[in-house]
């Protein structure tokens, strides 16, 4: 049985720094790209950030790029998104994704086969 565990989140204060883990199982995780999307309250799931297997590949919301990274450790099953410089509007649960197409770094919820249940960051101002 394939999961996926977010941890990390938590409420910290704008400017202040997170880092995000999302530990997988039952899967290997070096066959698969690997996402962060987030959903605030009454929006939908949007892209945050997402690597290939490799982890040469990155890919970032505008939103995000230059405060956000993304990495991963396949040799542990884990990946990582730190997240410097945070903002309100950064408020959020953040899930974690696997994507079958382990070269590429979709940014669509339907590029995305496996999903974590959600960690919450909540910044306050």
């Known amino acids: 049985q394939v999961r996926l565990v977010e941890s990390g989140g938590g409420l910290v204060q704008a400017g202040g720094s997170l880092r995000l883990s999302c530990a997988a199982s039952?899967?290997?995780?070096?066959?698969?790209?690997m996402g962060w999307f987030r959903q605030a309250p009454g929006k939908g799931r949007d892209f945050v950030a997402a690597?290939?297997?490799?982890?040469?590949?990155?890919s970032y919301a505008d939103s995000v790029k230059g405060r956000f990274t993304i990495s991963r450790d396949n040799a542990k099953n884990l990946v990582y998104l730190q997240m410097n410089s945070l903002k309100p509007e950064d408020t959020a649960v953040y899930y974690c994704?696997?994507?079958?197409?382990?070269?590429?770094?979709?940014?669509?919820?339907?590029?995305?086969?496996?999903w974590g249940q959600g960690t919450q960051v909540t910044v306050s101002s």
């Open positions: 994704a696997a994507d079958r197409s382990g070269n590429t770094v979709g940014r669509t919820l339907a590029e995305y086969v496996y």
């Open positions: 039952g899967l290997a995780l070096s066959s698969y790209a």
């Open positions: 690597i290939s297997w490799s982890g040469r590949t990155t």
